[in-house]
């Protein structure tokens, strides 16, 4: 009859929409799992490279400050590069278009 047809479409309309809502959950649940595993990976590294370009630079240098701050810097420049570079590996262009207009000193000390 046309009014169980009507109710079957009804069923598999809501039934498609729930599955597009659990699949954008999903999506936008792992993809938050990667960042927040990607942002923990980088502040990890940029740590462990303060960490030896502190203790190189005060044997080598014996105290220059300048020097010291200069190093820092190009360090941390290197670590924000290669976050955004592992970023750009595992996002797609228009999730990093997102997240760089969102917060583009992610990775900033």
């Known amino acids: 009859s046309a009014s169980g047809n009507l109710e079957e479409?009804?069923?598999?309309?809501?039934?498609a929409e729930k599955s597009i809502n659990n699949m954008r959950a999903t999506i936008n649940s792992e993809r938050n799992e990667k960042l927040a595993a990607l942002n923990a990976e980088c502040e990890a590294a940029m740590a462990a490279s303060k960490d030896k370009v502190n203790?190189?630079?005060?044997?080598a240098l014996s105290g220059i400050e300048k020097d010291r701050t200069v190093?820092?810097?190009?360090?941390?420049?290197?670590?924000?590069?290669?976050?955004w570079e592992i970023m750009a590996?595992?996002?797609?262009d228009s999730e990093m278009?997102?997240?760089?207009?969102?917060?583009?000193?992610?990775?900033?000390v």
């Open 9 to 15: 479409c009804d069923q598999i309309i809501s039934f």
């Open 55 to 59: 203790k190189e630079i005060e044997a």
């Open 71 to 83: 190093v820092l810097e190009s360090m941390a420049q290197e670590v924000e590069g290669f976050c």
């Open 89 to 92: 590996k595992v996002l797609d």
């Open 97 to 108: 278009k997102d997240i760089k207009a969102m917060d583009d000193k992610l990775f900033k």
